[in-house]
Every structure is written in C-alpha cells, then in structure tokens.
C-alpha cells in the first residue's frame, strides 16, 4: 500500500506529465493520455501508463517516441516538481481500455439469452 507521500507524488507526476508530453512536437507521437502513474516505494522508478488514440503499429510508434523523449520528460518533470531527485521514467501503454472493450464486445456477441 502506497503512503501518502507517494499517492501525492503519483498524483503530480501523473498531471505534470501530461500538460509535459502535451508540447512534444515528435509527429510521431499522436493522441496520448496518461493515465495514471506508479512510483516505486524508494521514489526511484515511476511507470508512466499512456493510452494512445491508435492501435497496434500506431501505438507502438507513440511509444518508442515517448521512450526516446524520456530525458527531455524527466528533466521537465524535475523543474516542475522542484524535487531533489526524479525517478527515472519508464512509458507503458495502459491496456485496461482495450481489455474492457474486448469483455463488452464477448458479452455483447453472447447476446442477452446466454445472460439468464
């Protein structure tokens, strides 16, 4: 379980993150969100968790620019929190949204008779 002080720093990474990658000019970073952050208990490491408005080679593409921009990001992220140390940035695509789509897609294709 995460304490405080980690809650709030996920909370601010995850915000300063995105208004960050929202000015990334790489055209090949299209539509991202962040979705949320996880810092690690030593503040050593956070995951980044994006959703991308594409799929599969579109999604990939977006995430290789974002792992090559994380420098650039950390350093940002660093200026905005005004924290002695930034953890060291990893970029993951979030892929509850196409799990959950995938589960309402099966239960729609069950129709509402396999429901009773």
């Known amino acids: 379980m995460a304490n405080t002080r980690q809650l709030r720093l996920q909370e601010r990474i995850m915000q300063e993150t995105a208004l960050i990658l929202r000015g990334l000019k790489d055209p090949r970073i299209g539509m991202v969100s962040v979705v949320r ?17 594409g799929e599969g ?14 420098g650039f990001v950390r350093t940002r992220l660093g200026e ?4 002695r140390k930034v953890p060291e940035l990893r970029f993951q695509l979030d892929e509850s949204m196409a799990a959950g ?3 309402d897609e099966i ?10």
Do not use: C, N
């Open 37 to 53: 952050a996880q810092v690690s208990p030593d503040g050593e490491f956070a995951r980044i968790y994006v959703s991308t408005l």
């Open 57 to 70: 080679k579109e999604a990939a593409e977006t995430l290789k620019a974002l792992r090559h921009a994380v």
């Open 80 to 83: 905005a929190l005004g924290v």
């Open 101 to 103: 789509q995938r589960i």
């Open 107 to 116: 239960l729609r294709d069950l129709g509402p008779e396999s429901r009773t």
